[in-house]
């Protein structure tokens, strides 16, 4: 089991998406399940992001939504009853006590492992201090180990460099394609996001890139009409500016030493 988690302000966009709507309020069919909600009387959507919201509006806490996924590994096949106590000992586990916070759970059904989508009210019940979000990265990795050893879950490792995930079919051929053009890329020494964007677009790939304060922050591809994440092709935002950082790195340093064998 392996968990992600992203903090926000609305909890409309956020609830409605765990609950598969789409933008214009139709049901996405198939797509999410309820499976448990914890101190809410509504049973729609709208009604429970609503109740939210009315909750935390009185708070200085201008990011009250707390988003978190949790998925298992491909092939591991946990009921609903096993889901739900995995959702309920992580809230826990995390500060968010089922007693005290509202929570929301959705299954979804739209990829082939098993994976849930919670929503925790990051303010309890009455008031109080907001739910910690501070290492958030370390807390899952150690909540998810203590979850999936108490339960008898398999952890999922964090993605390494170049490893594929699962992808539907109609996106194999862009993943592969796409994970072998970064690679090349790479060996030719690219040393800026914007060198790999024009190497990239050479080999009729479209790129998406989020720079933030000089970084890349996020990271998509498209080939031949197929959309990818970068995460999907092997090579997340920070691992593509992690590996050209090296690459800069490596080339300063041989200019250093040719100049200094020179003198």
Known sequence: MIAKTTIGADFLGAICYGAGL?????????KSELLLAHNLISDDPKGMALEMQ??????RCKKPVWHTSLSWKPGE?????????AANRYCEKMGASPEDHQIVVFQHHDRPHRHIHLYVNRLPIGGGKALETSHNYA?????CKEVSRELGFAMIEKLRPEKL????QNREEAQRFVNLAIKEALTQKCTSVENLRLWLNEKGIGCKFTMKEGSLKYSSFSYKGVAIKGQDVGFTAKMLQRQIDHIVEREIKKKVAIQQSCC
């Not at 789409?22 to 198939?30: A, L, M, Q, Y």
């Not at 096949?77 to 106590?85: L, N």
């Not at 807390?139 to 909540?143: A, K």
């Open 165 to 168: 995930r699962y992808v539907a």
């Open 22 to 30: 789409r933008v214009n309020g139709k049901e996405i069919e198939g």
């Open 54 to 59: 009315r909750e935390a509006e009185f708070s």
């Open 139 to 143: 807390r899952n990795v150690r909540v």
């Open 77 to 85: 096949d946990p009921s609903k009853d096993q889901m739900i106590e």
